[in-house]
């Protein structure tokens, strides 16, 4: 169970924090602006882009391009899934039951979908 002495605040810190290092660290992408939402047994992370990559952009143009894309962002995170896990069951004290992720090219955004093993004290909405 998640130590109770640390505020929802505290929470999404913490859960903001692992989340970009192990976006800068292992998958090499750098963000300016990340959200976290934190209700009962699910955490919604939303990572903005620093900057475009010009061989991205131009890719994303087609729907083609937008598939590949998103194949591999979603490959590469598959890869390294277990070190986040990792890293953020320690943060949180508790298991994580399913990490998803979706890159929405147009927008620049990445967004990480957690689900935990059991509901966190004092994150109900």
């Known amino acids: 169970m998640l130590d109770t ?3 929802r ?3 999404e810190y913490a859960v903001m924090l692992a989340v970009l ?3 800068t660290q292992y998958m090499k992408s750098h963000y300016t602006r990340a959200t976290v939402h934190l209700v009962e047994d699910l955490i919604e992370i939303t ?3 620093t900057s475009s990559i010009p061989a991205e952009d131009r890719l994303g143009e087609s729907p083609e391009g937008r598939a590949m894309l998103q194949q591999v962002h979603a490959s590469l995170f598959m890869s390294g899934e277990s070190l ?3 890293k953020l069951e320690r943060e949180l004290g508790t298991k994580i ?3 998803h992720t979706f890159l929405n ?3 620049g955004t990445n967004t990480i979908i957690i689900k935990l093993d059991g509901v966190l004290d004092g994150t109900s909405a």
């Open 5 to 7: 002495s640390r505020n």
């Open 9 to 11: 605040a505290e929470i």
């Open 21 to 23: 290092d192990f976006q």
């Open 47 to 49: 990572l903005a882009k």
């Open 84 to 86: 986040l896990r990792h």
């Open 97 to 99: 039951r399913h990490l």
């Open 105 to 107: 090219i147009p927008e």
